[in-house]
């Protein structure tokens, strides 16, 4: 696999801050990764949770989020690897928020199926 072209401008960074980097990076893959296992265990031990169309389509979301948000974590890395070799200010990120926004509307929707189905 090819270099980043991005990683042959500016300077190296501090180690630590690349290592803090991707440190990030790990815990934003574990959270994918997280939304991919809750998406299969509701599908296999929870069938009673929803009508099955229902609990599908949740579950196809969780897992459509967790693949994005793998997807949207390299990038993010990278970006700020970039900004970090130019000296540059830390981009925004709005995954964070989006992110917030995912877990609390799953929580409170699983949270609703749940009192629903006793």
Same mark, same amino acid.
């Given at each position: !696999? =090819?270099? /980043?072209?991005?990683?042959? +401008?500016?300077? +190296? /960074?501090?180690?630590?801050?690349?290592?803090? &980097?991707?440190? +990030?990076?790990?815990?934003?893959?574990?959270?994918?990764?997280?939304?991919?296992?809750? @998406?299969?265990?509701?599908?296999?031990?929870? /069938? &009673?949770? %929803?009508? @099955?169309?229902? =609990?599908?389509?949740?579950?196809? $979301?969780? %897992?459509?989020?967790? %693949?994005?948000?793998?997807?949207?974590?390299? =990038? =993010?890395?990278?970006?700020?690897?970039?900004? !970090?070799?130019?000296?540059?200010?830390? /981009?925004?990120?709005?995954? !964070?928020?989006? !992110? +917030?926004?995912?877990?609390?509307?799953?929580?409170?929707? $699983?949270?609703?199926?749940?009192?629903?189905?006793?």
């Amino acid at each position: !696999m =090819r270099e /980043p072209a991005w990683r042959k +401008t500016g300077k +190296t /960074p501090d180690y630590r801050f690349s290592l803090a &980097n991707e440190r +990030t990076f790990l815990a934003w893959i574990r959270t994918s990764l997280a939304l991919l296992a809750g @998406a299969v265990a509701i599908d296999q031990f929870a /069938p &009673n949770i %929803a009508p @099955a169309p229902v =609990r599908i389509a949740l579950c196809v $979301f969780l %897992a459509l989020i967790g %693949a994005g948000l793998a997807a949207l974590t390299y =990038r =993010r890395w990278g970006r700020m690897e970039a900004a !970090m070799r130019q000296d540059r200010e830390l /981009p925004f990120s709005w995954l !964070m928020l989006v !992110m +917030t926004i995912v877990v609390a509307l799953a929580a409170f929707t $699983f949270g609703v199926l749940i009192l629903v189905a006793r």
